[in-house]
Nanobody, 126 residues
Framework: VQLQASGGGLVQAGVSLRLSCAAS????????MGWFRRAPGKEREFVAA????????NYGDSVKGRFTISRDNAKNTVYLQMNSLKPEDTAVYYC????????????????????WGQGTQVTVSS
């Protein structure tokens, strides 16, 4: 599976932004998908994950209530809707695919993901 993230940019605090992650390959619908981010000088942080069917979703504490993950298996795409953006959301955002996070329960663990996209920069100004 190859992943291509897009939709990042420079925005002001308080606005919304939607990231997309397009996947190649016919097996997209069999993978759970996740979003992570890395801010300068920090470790990669779990943002959100969604099961292969879209029926289960999990979020990092810092984005709960503001971000929503969704997927469209017909379009081989996963989305991250980001509302009420804050300067501390500034980071490179990565999408990733996993065959096992909803069996292991470790959706927040980067080691549970099999494939990664290249990242898209989100910068939120105050």
């Amino acid at each position: 599976v190859q992943l291509q993230a897009s939709g990042g940019g420079l925005v002001q605090a308080g606005v919304s932004l939607r990231l997309s992650c397009a996947a190649s390959g016919r097996s997209f619908s069999t993978y759970a998908m996740g979003w992570f981010r890395r801010a300068p000088g920090k470790e990669r942080e779990f943002v959100a994950a969604v099961s292969w069917s879209g029926g289960s979703r999990n979020y990092g504490d810092s984005v709960k209530g503001r971000f929503t993950i969704s997927r469209d298996n017909a379009k081989n795409t996963v989305y991250l809707q980001m509302n009420s953006l804050k300067p501390e959301d500034t980071a490179v955002y990565y999408c990733a695919a996993s065959s096992r996070i909803y069996y292991s329960g470790r959706y927040y663990n980067t080691g549970e993901y099999d494939y990664w996209g290249q990242g898209t920069q989100v910068t939120v100004s105050s």
